[in-house]
């Protein structure tokens, strides 16, 4: 992205006496977005039901909307830049809300994906700039807050996202799931129409970088269609290995495309800062354990179980209250202790949560395990976005929360598909083994970032790298 000259601004953003209700509002905004992964979730055995779906065409249902909402974020914050992160931010909102109602009103696989699609869509435009706004109102102290309140509302969202499907799934429908976001969304539009602060808009140099955006949504279409696919036709095929590597020379054309275009969506070297690689890194992982969670969750209660939409929803109450509480309390902490050690805590306690439905697939420990997996996500959560957004320049807050979000939505792809596979036995069976092969795959994967953040995490916060 073209990077701006220090804008006075962005000083005043700082003292908006408005700040905390746009925070909010925006938090509002982005609760949406992660709802809709969620939320989703607990209604996928009913619209497999209804709609005729197969496994494959299930998880996309995750998967769609996750993958244009990461593939198309940096292209979104790109956009901010260009045409001012106030009308993208509105714009994102319509669209979505939009799309919503259209996804609702779905009555087949087909018009559902492109629904899905769509939300993807303006879910991309809407989140990197209303980071890019929290960023930019609040400095020092009060932004490691601000930050620990949008991490809050993602991670204890995404749990409540749960409770709310399971409610509307089993009274309404679960078309609903998708209609509650269109009154709204129409109201939070017009209250951020009103308190949004208007901003003279830079004149940026070139254009959207549409070619890099197509390169790295395919390549990664390539890479999660392979995860996808594996659970069916294994995972050394040659077909697979084929997806991996389309993907692997995909991902590495967007680099050079990156490096060599006169208007890139992203500065490659900022990618790499070990502060924002770091947090990054967190994040992916830290929602791609969460997704898991939740598919294992819902499947294993309604599918193994035989639980209602409702009932199931209601299991997910400690969760979302563990994951907010693991939240919380990191953004108290971290301050005081700096994030290398909570970066480390974090994964391990998300680790033995995962390891207990793993010993014992009852349903007294799949809830107990997911709540203290739950905290240490969301403690994740927390130390990703204060490691990767804390310490980045005023100019760098749109590229750093479009990279942050972009692999926020790469995790749940990703997260969707891998365990979508290694679960495949029990989501189209009668075994548990599925089941449990998922939860012990989580754990590993949670411990061994564990062992990867304290090497990674910085000890102290660096001052910025400009």
Same mark, same amino acid.
């Given at each position: 992205?073209?990077?701006? =000259? ?9 003292? *908006? ?12 905004? &982005? ?24 496994? &494959? ?21 790109? $956009? ?25 009103? =779905?009555? %087949? @696989? ?8 769509? &939300? ?23 932004? *490691?807050?601000?930050? @620990? ?9 995404? $749990? ?20 509650? *976001? ?54 050394? !095929?040659?077909? !697979? ?9 995909? #991902?590495? =054309? ?29 994040? +992916?992982?830290? !929602? ?8 294992? /969750?819902?499947?294993?209660? &309604?599918?193994?179980?035989? #639980?209602? %939409?409702?009932?199931?929803? +209601? ?11 693991? $939240?919380? +309390? ?27 439905? %793993? +010993? ?12 203290? $997996? /739950? ?14 957004? /804390? ?51 989580? =754990? ?20 910025? *790298?400009?």
């Amino acid at each position: 992205m073209t990077h701006q =000259a220090h804008d006075p601004s962005t000083r005043q953003d700082a003292r *908006n006496p408005l700040r905390w209700r746009i925070l909010g509002l925006l938090g509002l905004a &982005q609760l949406m977005l992660i709802l809709d992964v969620t939320v989703v979730a607990i209604a996928l055995p009913h619209i497999e039901a209804d709609l005729g779906l197969s496994r &494959q065409a299930v998880t996309w249902t995750v998967s769609a909307y996750t993958l244009t909402f990461g593939g198309l974020m940096l292209l979104g914050g790109r $956009a901010a830049d260009l045409f001012g992160a106030r009308r993208v931010v509105l714009a994102g909102l319509l669209v979505f809300t939009a799309a919503s109602l259209v996804t609702g009103l =779905a009555g %087949a @696989g087909g018009l559902l994906l492109a629904g899905r699609i769509a &939300q993807g869509l303006g879910a991309a435009l809407l989140s990197p700039s209303a980071l890019s706004f929290v960023v930019s109102l609040f400095d020092g102290e009060e932004r *490691n807050k601000a930050l @620990g309140v949008w991490s809050a509302l993602g991670g204890g969202g995404a $749990a409540l996202g749960v409770l709310l499907g399971g409610a509307l799934t089993a009274g309404p429908g679960w078309p609903w799931v998708f209609y509650v *976001n269109v009154p709204i969304g129409l109201a939070v539009a017009a209250a951020l129409a009103r308190t949004l602060p208007r901003r003279e808009v830079p004149r940026a140099r070139g254009g959207l970088d549409l070619l890099g955006a197509l390169l790295v949504t395919a390549s990664s279409g390539s890479l999660i269609y392979a995860l996808i696919r594996a659970g069916d036709h294994g995972w050394l !095929t040659v077909a !697979t290995g084929l997806l991996v590597l389309l993907a692997a020379v995909g #991902y590495l =054309a967007f680099v050079i495309r990156q490096r060599t275009a006169a208007s890139p969506m992203m500065d490659v070297a900022l990618l790499v800062r070990r502060t924002v690689a770091t947090g990054t890194f967190l994040i +992916l992982v830290a !929602t791609a354990l969460m997704i898991a969670v939740f598919f294992l /969750g819902t499947f294993y209660f &309604q599918h193994a179980r035989g #639980y209602g %939409a409702l009932r199931t929803g +209601l299991l997910f109450l400690p969760v979302a209250a563990a994951t907010m509480l693991g $939240a919380d +309390l990191t953004g108290r902490a971290i301050a005081r202790t700096g994030a290398r050690p909570l970066a480390v805590v974090g994964p391990l306690v998300a680790a033995a949560g995962m390891a207990l439905p %793993a +010993l014992s697939m009852h349903p007294a420990t799949v809830v107990a395990g997911t709540a203290i $997996a /739950g905290a240490g996500t969301g403690a994740m959560f927390v130390v990703a976005s204060a490691t990767a957004l /804390g310490q980045v320049a005023p100019h760098e807050a749109g590229i750093a929360s479009g990279i942050v979000s972009t692999f926020h939505e790469f995790g749940a792809s990703i997260g969707a598909a891998v365990i979508s596979s290694v679960a495949a036995a029990s989501l189209v069976g009668d075994t548990l083994d599925g089941f449990t092969h998922g939860f012990v795959l989580a =754990a590993v994967a949670a411990a061994v970032t564990a062992a990867a953040a304290a090497a990674l995490t910085p000890g102290r916060p660096a001052s910025y *790298n400009v």
